[in-house]
């Protein structure tokens, strides 16, 4: 079965409450459909920084994304994921508060992991960082993953 990290975006967006907003919705209701559809086509994964992440703010929201998070294999934040999350933070100029975003990378790629899914289209779904990303992965010997949304990866076939 292919690989997925689920970013952080993911579990919010699953468990949210309706959003008022349009476009906010629909992410959340195309990423209920992914869980609910396709999700057993993928073995699945997160890491330590998504448990972290998903466990704060309101206390009721956060118990509903580690519920949904329960069972799914946590990756290890070893060296080379540490050692490249520094050089994308580098390469793509991440300001302090973003500086996650280049440990979920890093985490999906020196995992070995298919698809990168994630609802972040700032700092890590995005179309004109990805040459930097791919830029980094190879200079540490790595490959890539798919980094896409909900959206995209519904449409793969399983």
Sequence with gaps: MPSVYLETTIPS????????????????????????????????????LVIDEASAGDSTAATRRLEALEGITLLEFGDDANALSKLLIRQLSLPVRAESDAV?????????????????????????LRPR?????????????????????????P
């Design 13 to 48: 967006y699953l468990t949210a409450w309706r959003s008022p907003e349009l476009v906010m919705a629909a992410r959340q209701q195309i990423t209920r459909e992914w869980w609910d559809s396709r999700r057993q086509d993928f073995e699945l994964f997160v890491s330590q």
């Design 104 to 128: 979920h990378i890093a985490l999906a790629v020196v995992n070995g992991m298919d698809y990168l899914l994630t609802w972040n289209c700032t700092h890590i779904a995005n179309a004109t």
């Design 133 to 157: 990303i791919e830029e980094a992965c190879r200079a540490f010997g790595y490959r890539m993953p798919v980094i896409c949304t909900p959206e995209e990866l519904h449409a793969v076939p």
